[in-house]
């Protein structure tokens, strides 16, 4: 079993179906099972309180899982911050005092190793940004059992994910980061 610090699906690999690329993942040494309940509660609506939504984009961890996919990032910490971030930006409701109250929760308030370091934040705000400026359809809510047997390209295509926008992002943050593992592997 691979770790997964080492999992990663790079974006390109967009011919195969999503089904595969989540079957890959799950075979990986995943730490879904291991998550504090601190992030369970911010993270996931299955720990929602009824009426009440703390942050816009709660994601089950296996929508979650399949974002990772289809955004091409692997699970270390700047890609957390990245699929937080865009699936946030995708509800086209998440505020500026929501996603600096995320922020500050995320850096300060989450156990190490999942707390967002400042780098991981800069990530973070930016793919809020990304995925505001893509107009792509909401990812939380998306009813993936449909596609899940179609190519990651189509998928991606059918939500709206721009690819030129997303790729050059992803040159400047390896750019920016090239130092990180997941940052230089964005573009190799």
């Known amino acids: ?14 011919d195969i179906s999503l089904y595969t690329a989540h ?9 879904s099972g291991k998550l ?3 992030i369970r509660l911010m993270e996931n609506p299955c720990y929602s ?9 709660a994601i089950s961890l296996k929508y979650h899982d399949y974002v990772h996919i289809l955004l091409g990032r692997g699970l270390l910490p700047k890609d957390e911050a990245f699929v937080i971030g865009f699936t946030m930006g995708a509800t086209g409701q998440t505020g500026l005092i929501e996603q600096n ?8 308030c989450y156990p190490s190793p999942f707390n967002f370091s400042v780098e991981d934040l800069q990530v973070y705000h930016s793919a809020v940004q990304l995925a505001r400026t893509m107009s792509v359809k909401p990812l939380h809510n998306f009813c993936y059992e449909k596609v899940i047997p179609l190519p990651l390209k189509k998928i991606r295509l059918i939500l709206g994910i721009n690819t030129e926008q997303l790729l050059q992002y992803y040159q400047d ?5 090239n130092y990180c593992v997941e940052s230089r ?4």
């Open 185 to 188: 592997r964005l573009i190799s």
């Open 36 to 38: 504090p309940l601190i």
């Open 1 to 14: 079993m691979k770790s997964y610090k080492n999992w990663h699906i790079p974006y390109h690999k967009d």
């Open 23 to 31: 079957q890959n993942l799950l075979s990986s040494s995943h730490t």
């Open 173 to 177: 943050e390896a750019q920016k980061f």
């Open 101 to 108: 109250l995320f922020a500050w929760i995320s850096h300060y």
């Open 49 to 57: 309180l009824p009426f009440i939504t703390l942050f816009h984009g």
